[in-house]
């Protein structure tokens, strides 16, 4: 990932210049349009009204980052109508005290950098195309068909040349783990997608990347196995179910997806092309693959409720932003998670400190700092999919370094990330009931989508 293409101060948030966006470029942050598109150009009048009121603002130069919110800002309003914005809730209910203790546990045998069975195995150079990529791939095959035999698994595949290729064609695959309601339809199933990317950079060689992101991967598997059971147990409760109360029972449920992407690293130099390499071909192919008629939504990217991604994390005293106001209601429920599992003294890193610290962040006036990193959601966000960014800022001051490995880890912080993002997504998926922590009421406050099958 990149912030506008450039490398990222660990001393503040970094501050580039507007015009060196690769792919998310705001032609102003006070006028109406907030996304550059060279196929739908302002007329003279409005292009004179936006300068005016940009004039009339003076920010300072060196806050060029912080840009305030606008009632829409996470669709481009050239690549998706407003009508197929997503209309999921501000609403999140954390588990309860009950339910975070029945929660399983990371242990070291999962976790530890050296010999944790989850971990472990994907602490190696993985650059696309290389024996280290593939043995990941297996590593992730192995782990579902021991471990949660009951997801779907399916890979999306491309060859592309990078600049360092000569012309060669570089394999890259997307590993997709998918657990449905066993009564949906693949058309009519919203998803919870958890995202991270599994490969690792070219370079300085033998970048193992512990940050970037082996321990994302690993804590999103550790999620999907720490509610898998708690997940069946409720939808075999559902399924039995009859009459009206059934029927509406099931059309609130969602599955969930794990999504390992391949070549998010730049190879030479990051740019529009050189970079997200697994995200802008799946976004793309997710785009075209459309469902049959009469289907609820309309291709494979509508059946993205929220595309939460994880990248840089396993180092101490994470401090993480609220990216994007559409999905702040999803933010503030990590961040109440957070606050839930420390004051019950289930977070190794202690009772105090906030990895969460804009809980409270005005959605109608506040500063958001979506379009300033590049990461895998780009391709995905510019389709009009809803993301969730848990990315430090600062970056951690391994990135990109020799010392992002498995040494420079805190163990700690590790285990506290799977178990929040578990705790996270048996809130939002709502098993606290089969936790034992009786029953959720609001659930996951989760509306159904607006990209519904219609056309664009």
């Not at 195309?129 to 399916?154: A, E, I, M, N």
């Not at 890979?155 to 592309?160: A, D, G, I, K, R």
């Not at 559409?326 to 420390?342: D, I, N, P, Q, V």
Request: charged share 25%; with cysteine; hydrophobic share 35%.
């Amino acid at each position: 990932m990149q912030a506008h293409g450039h490398h990222l101060s660990n001393s503040n948030l970094g501050r580039p210049d507007y015009d060196t966006v690769n792919s998310i470029e705001p032609t102003t942050i006070h006028g109406d349009e907030w996304w550059a598109d060279d196929e739908d150009e302002e007329d003279e009048d409005n292009a004179d009204e936006d300068e005016e009121a940009s004039d009339d603002n003076d920010y300072p130069e060196d806050d060029l980052m912080m840009w305030p919110s606008l009632p829409i800002f996470t669709t481009p309003r050239s690549l998706l109508p407003l009508l197929l914005l997503s209309t999921l809730t501000n609403a999140f209910t954390s588990l309860s005290p009950a339910a975070l203790h029945s929660l399983p546990k990371p242990l070291p045998a999962d976790l530890d950098p050296t010999n944790g069975s989850i971990l472990s195995p994907i602490l190696i150079p993985r650059v696309p195309g290389t024996p280290g990529s593939t043995k990941v791939l297996q590593h992730f095959q192995h782990f579902f068909s021991q471990s949660l035999p009951s997801w779907s698994l399916s890979t999306q595949n491309s060859t592309q040349s990078t600049p360092l290729s000569a012309g060669k064609k570089i394999p890259f695959t997307n590993f997709i783990a998918t657990k449905d309601p066993p009564w949906a339809k693949a058309g009519d199933v919203g998803r919870i997608v958890m995202v991270a990317h599994y490969d690792s950079k070219v370079t300085p060689e033998g970048f193992i990347g512990a940050t970037d992101s082996a321990v994302p991967c690993a804590v999103i598997l550790w999620a999907a196995k720490a509610i898998d059971a708690a997940l069946t147990s409720k939808w075999a409760t559902i399924a039995a179910m009859e009459g009206e109360e059934g029927k509406k029972a099931r059309q609130k449920e969602r599955g969930v997806m794990v999504l390992m992407l391949d070549g998010e690293e730049a190879w030479e130099s990051w740019s529009d092309t050189d970079s997200l390499y697994g995200a802008r071909d799946l976004a793309r192919a997710w785009e075209e693959q459309t469902h049959p008629p009469m289907s609820i939504r309309k291709n494979e990217l509508g059946n993205i409720d929220l595309f939460v991604l994880l990248d840089l994390l396993g180092c101490a005293a994470p401090r993480i932003p609220s990216y994007f106001p559409t999905t702040h209601w999803a933010y503030k429920g990590f961040a109440e998670t957070e606050e839930r599992l420390r004051k019950e003294g289930l977070m190794e890193t202690g009772k105090t400190g906030q990895w969460f610290y804009e809980k409270d962040k005005d959605t109608q006036g506040g500063y958001w700092y979506g379009g300033a990193v590049q990461d895998d959601h780009v391709p995905f966000l510019k389709r009009g999919v809803e993301v969730l960014h848990l990315i430090p800022s600062p970056f951690p001051a391994v990135w990109h370094t020799a010392e992002d490995d498995g040494d420079h880890l805190d163990k700690a912080t590790v285990k506290d990330w799977a178990s929040l993002t578990a705790a996270w997504l048996g809130g939002v998926m709502g098993v606290q009931e089969q936790l034992g922590g009786g029953k959720l009421e609001n659930k996951a406050g989760l509306g159904k989508r607006g990209n519904v099958k219609t056309e664009l």
